[in-house]
C-alpha cells in the first residue's frame, strides 16, 4: 500500500528533476562566481539574497544523489571562483552503502577538480536528519572529511551547528526532519560566510570603471 501512495509522489519529483535538469543543459553558466550545486537542500536557498554581494548560481536539483551531480557535472561548471557542494542525503535515504557513496563522491570531487582546476571547493558535510540517521551521517561524513583533504578543498562541517542531541537535525531549524527552514538555512549561511571570504568576489565592468 505505501509503495502505490508512494508512486505519484516519485512521479512528480522526477518530472521536477527533469525540468531542472533539461533546462539546465541548455543554460550554460556564466564563468565566475559561486555555484551551489547539490539536491534540494540546495535548490530551495535563496543564494543571491543570503549573499548579495556575490554572483550566485543556483544547480540545485530536489531528488538528485551523487552519481547524479557527476551525471550533470559538465552543464554546471564554467570556471566559477568557488563551488559550494552538498550531496548524499538521498544517497543514504535510498538505503545506499555507506562506502559505495564515498567511492562515488570521491570520483565527483575529482571530476570537479578536473573540470576547475583553479576553483575553490567546499564540500559540506551532509546534514543531520532523523536521529535514527545519525550513525551513517556521521561514518560517511568522516569519509567526505578524508575526501576533502586529499583533495586540497575546504571541508565545511555542518553538524555543529544543525544537529540536536540526539544526532537529529534541530527543530528549528527543520519542518520534516530533512529539509531545512529559514533558521537551518541561516546557520548553513553562517558557517559558509568565512570560507567564501577566502575568495575575492569577481567585479563586474561597472565596478571596474567606476574605479
Not at 17 to 22: F, I, L, P, T
Not at 57 to 68: A, F, S, W
Not at 169 to 178: A, F, Q, S
Request: net charge negative.
Amino acid at each position: 500500500m505505501q509503495k502505490v501512495l508512494m508512486a505519484p509522489f516519485r512521479r512528480l519529483i522526477n518530472s521536477q528533476k527533469e525540468a531542472r535538469r533539461s533546462q539546465f543543459e541548455l543554460l550554460a553558466p556564466a564563468p565566475g562566481g559561486v555555484l551551489f550545486l547539490g539536491d534540494s537542500i540546495t535548490e530551495q536557498g535563496n543564494w543571491n539574497e543570503w549573499f548579495p554581494d556575490r554572483k550566485t548560481l543556483n544547480r540545485g536539483i530536489g531528488g538528485d544523489t551523487v552519481g547524479g551531480v557527476l551525471d550533470r557535472l559538465e552543464s554546471a561548471i564554467n570556471d566559477p571562483d568557488l563551488v559550494s557542494l552538498l550531496i548524499g542525503t538521498n544517497d543514504l535515504g535510498g538505503g545506499g552503502r555507506v562506502q559505495d557513496i564515498a567511492g562515488q563522491m570521491e570520483r565527483l570531487v575529482a571530476q570537479v577538480t578536473a573540470l576547475a582546476p583553479r576553483t575553490l571547493l567546499l564540500i559540506n558535510s551532509v546534514m543531520p536528519r532523523k536521529p535514527n540517521f545519525a550513525d551513517r551521517v556521521l561514518a560517511l561524513n568522516e569519509h567526505y572529511r578524508r575526501i576533502a583533504l586529499s583533495a586540497g578543498a575546504e571541508y565545511v562541517d555542518l553538524w555543529p551547528v544543525l544537529a540536536d542531541h540526539q544526532g537529529g537535525l534541530r527543530t528549528e531549524c527543520t519542518n520534516d526532519g530533512l529539509h531545512l527552514r529559514g533558521l537551518g538555512y541561516r546557520a548553513w549561511v553562517n558557517t559558509l560566510g568565512p570560507y567564501l571570504a577566502l575568495d575575492t568576489p569577481v567585479q563586474n565592468s561597472t565596478e571596474e570603471e567606476a574605479k
